[in-house]
């Protein structure tokens, strides 16, 4: 039988993942084992309970208990072993997160070991690299794009924010649960992709970029498509060391598009 606690304080050990450490301090909890996240809103945390992740404790606000968090609640009383579980009034979940929780839940779980770049790639045919890309804005709408249009697995470099931050967990609508990702070993360059097989397609606007829409490219039986940061783009070692370098056709001399939505246009343009 679930048990939920109403708390009018977040000053105890139990609750202080939640406000007292932040998302660098709780990925970092158990080094060298897995650390910790926070996940938001009921469909985000279902997906996470879905995809194998264990939950710590869930914070949840009071009127979302007869609410949209009902379902969750029961799916938390059907486990073998009792989750705790905290209510609180909106305006303790607020001074939390620093805005109204339009969901009201938080859920602390634990994060799982990654998987290798080699057992994520091994069946995929469309795969998705980002390169310091550090907005986790952006982050969480490339892959909710990602797992949206068809999109096998994400690679991410050393250099991108973390994709269980909760912001991006957020954006991405709980998609980063639903897609195959891991971060890529540091300093790996474009031949461990070329090595399995992949043809490797930079974005980029370069005077001899070619069309997204290429049909050399598109009908290549695995592509790896590159995006780099807002601004600065892809390193120039990546783009000239890849096997294609591609643009998106544009009017009206607009010269670029934020890269999540690019990655949306491209995403679509290699999978069909």
């Known amino acids: 039988m679930i048990h939920i606690r109403n708390t009018d304080s977040l000053d105890t050990a139990e609750l202080s993942i939640y406000n007292e450490q932040s998302e660098v301090q709780l990925y970092r909890i158990n080094e060298p084992e ?6 938001e809103s009921p469909k985000v945390i279902e997906r996470a309970l879905n995809a194998g992740y264990e939950p710590i404790s869930l914070l949840i606000e009071n009127s979302q208990i007869k609410g ?9 009383d059907s486990f073998p072993e009792e989750v705790p579980v905290f209510s609180a009034d909106d305006n303790l979940l607020t001074s939390i997160t620093g805005f109204h929780l339009t969901r009201g839940v938080l859920c602390a779980m634990k994060r799982k070991p990654l998987p290798s770049v080699s057992d994520i790639c091994a069946n995929a045919k469309r795969i998705a690299v980002l390169e310091n890309v ?3 804005t952006n982050v969480g709408a490339i892959v909710r794009s990602a797992a949206a249009l068809s999109i096998d697995a994400v690679l ?5 924010t973390d994709p269980l931050y909760r912001r991006a967990i957020r954006v991405s609508m709980g998609n980063i649960f639903q897609i195959s990702w891991t971060f890529l070993p540091k300093n790996s360059g474009t031949d ?3 090595d399995m ?4 397609v930079a974005m980029a606007l370069r005077d001899d970029s070619r069309s997204i829409d290429d049909p050399e490219i598109s009908s290549s039986d695995k592509i790896a498509i590159y995006l780099g940061a807002e601004g600065d783009g892809l390193l ?3 783009i000239d060391s890849c096997d294609f370098c591609v643009k998106i056709p544009m009017s009206h001399d607009v010269d670029s598009l934020n890269v999540a939505a690019a990655s949306a246009v491209a995403f679509y343009a290699i999978s069909h």
């Open 192 to 194: 461990l992709l070329k």
């Open 68 to 76: 949209e968090a009902a379902e969750l609640l029961a799916k938390f």
């Open 236 to 238: 120039a070692e990546t």
């Open 34 to 39: 897995p650390g910790i996240f926070i996940a």
């Open 197 to 200: 097989g992949f043809s490797t």
């Open 134 to 136: 550090t907005n986790p």
């Open 156 to 160: 991410f470099s050393h250099g991108c």
